[in-house]
Each structure stands twice: as C-alpha cells, then as structure tokens.
C-alpha cells in the first residue's frame, strides 16, 4: 500500500541516519527522534482522513505505546541511553501494530533482540581487538579473581555431563545443553566486564560531556554530589554546572562509561523484518 511504503521509507531513511550519528557520535540527535513521532502520528491522521480508516491512527498509538513501555523499561534498567529510547517510540508511531501475531512490528521486536545480541557481541568483539593489551590485561586479572568461582563452574559442569550419560535421551539434551551454558556464561561474563572496563570506561573532560552520558563514579565536590550512576545519564544542567566546576579547578575529569551504539542492530532488524518477517517464525516454519 501507498500508505505504508511512504511510512516504512521514512523509517528506513531515518535509521540509516542514526545508525550514522551513533557510530560516528554515539548520539542520536533529538530533531530526528521527535520528527519520527511526528510524521508518524501526522501521517497518519492524514492517512486516516484521506483513506476513511481509523486503523492508521489506532495503529500509530498502540505502536507508539508498546515501543513507549520498552523503551521506559530498558532506559530505567540502564540498557539503552535516552537517543536509543526516544528513537524506538518513533519507531512505534511510524511502524504501528496491527492486532496479530504475524503484525510486522512483533516481528521487528523479535529481529531487535536476535540481532541486537549477535551485533553487541561482534562490536564487543572489535572493542577487545583494537584494545586488546588493556583488555588481555583486564582479562586476566578477572580471571585470576574468580579463581574460586571457576573451579565451581568447571565441576557444575563435569557433574552435569557425568549426570547426562546415566539419563535418557530426553533428559541428556537439555541436561548437556544446561551444562554448556552455565560454562560459557561464566567465560562471557569475565569477557564482557573486560570489555567494558578495557574500552568503554574513560575519563572525559567536562566540556566534551553530552546530555545522556553515564557517570561511573559519584562526583562529590565539598561535601555535595553533583552527579553519578543513579542519575540513568546526565542532564544538561549537570553538565554546565561541571564545566563550571572545572573552570573554579575543583575538578579534572569525569568518569564516563560509553554503551554499544544500539541504532544500528535496530536498522538491520528492519531490514530483515521487511524482507524475511519474524526470524523465528521463519526457522520454525510458521
């Protein structure tokens, strides 16, 4: 439908804009996420007036509340920055749910998990290799602090192995399976906080902080806290007040922890959603 290919042309042209502005920023500028919700519910005010169809706006507000519910919920569990949340309640209002399990924003919502766990992973992957003295460093150093943890994985896991050769069949696969995850979990754990602490955590001069960022360390200056990681990002006040604060030489730096630009695993879920639907659905056959 007309209707349709004119909204998914703006989703598309508009997550390959902020795809663009995340990696290059890791922002995601406000003029784009607040014209998405705009030209969804616009759009689709006219396409209701002009086709005679309430659907389109009925459409636009329930894509717009579930995107709303998400992305207050990853943005207050510190998973997504403000940018990634205000993009996907556009993403809502332009896309829209139609009340069906095949409704192309479910699958969308699907695709954004499966493909935004395997695009943190490769991109967690890069920040390890072009860091990598720092990262084996830290690597290592975790390693040898769980020492105790590992030998209790590794003998979980021999348990549940040993355990799995005296049960059925159908009880040694998920048994084998459990086996595996708990041991790789424990690796990727150590990983991932290497990572993080390697290339994700740095300190910053006040002047290049920008609204959004995550404090890592509470700034406390005579005896007050200015900010810090119960703040879920910083506000624009707080950061003029800690440029003003540097300017009076009461501090140097702020320790920020930069996040997996998130925009781009949402424009490659897109794609896919658009050209295959909902990826499981597709494996299982439906």
């Known amino acids: 439908m007309i209707a349709e290919s004119i909204l998914f042309t703006i989703v598309l042209v508009a997550l390959v804009i902020g795809t663009y502005t995340d ?16 030209a969804g519910f616009g759009l689709r005010i006219i396409f209701s007036i002009v086709f005679h169809d309430a659907d389109y706006m009925i459409h636009g507000i329930l894509g717009f509340g579930a995107f709303f519910a998400i992305a207050l919920l990853m943005f207050y569990t510190g998973q997504w920055g403000g940018g990634d949340a205000k993009m996907v309640m556009g993403l809502g209002a332009l896309i829209g749910l139609e009340l069906s399990i095949n409704a192309f924003l479910i699958g ?3 695709n954004i998990v499966l493909f935004g766990s ?10 390890a290799a072009i860091h990598f003295r720092s990262f084996s460093k830290e690597f290592s150093k975790r390693f040898k602090e769980k020492r105790k943890e590992k030998w209790f994985v590794w003998l979980g896991t021999i348990a549940l192995l040993v355990l799995s050769v005296f049960t059925p069949v159908y009880i040694k696969v998920p048994v084998v399976v459990l086996a595996g995850i708990i041991l790789v979990s424990f690796y990727m754990f150590i990983y991932l906080k290497s990572v993080e602490s390697s290339s994700m955590i740095k300190w910053v001069d006040p002047k290049d ?11 406390v200056v005579a005896g007050k806290r200015v900010c810090g990681p119960k703040d879920l990002g910083l506000e624009m006040a707080q950061i003029k007040k800690l440029m003003l604060l540097k ?26 959603t658009y050209f295959w639907g909902n990826i499981v659905f597709m494996i299982m056959g439906l």
């Open 23 to 38: 990696l290059k920023t890791r922002e995601v500028p406000d003029w784009l996420n607040y014209g998405m919700v705009f």
């Open 118 to 127: 395997l695009f943190g992973l490769l991109f967690s992957v890069y920040l």
């Open 209 to 219: 902080l920008t609204e959004g960022d995550w404090v890592v360390k509470d700034v």
């Open 247 to 272: 300017k009076q030489n009461k501090i140097k730096r702020v320790l920020i922890k930069y996040g997996i630009p998130f925009v781009p695993s949402f424009l490659i879920a897109f794609v896919v």
């Open 108 to 110: 969308f919502i699907v």
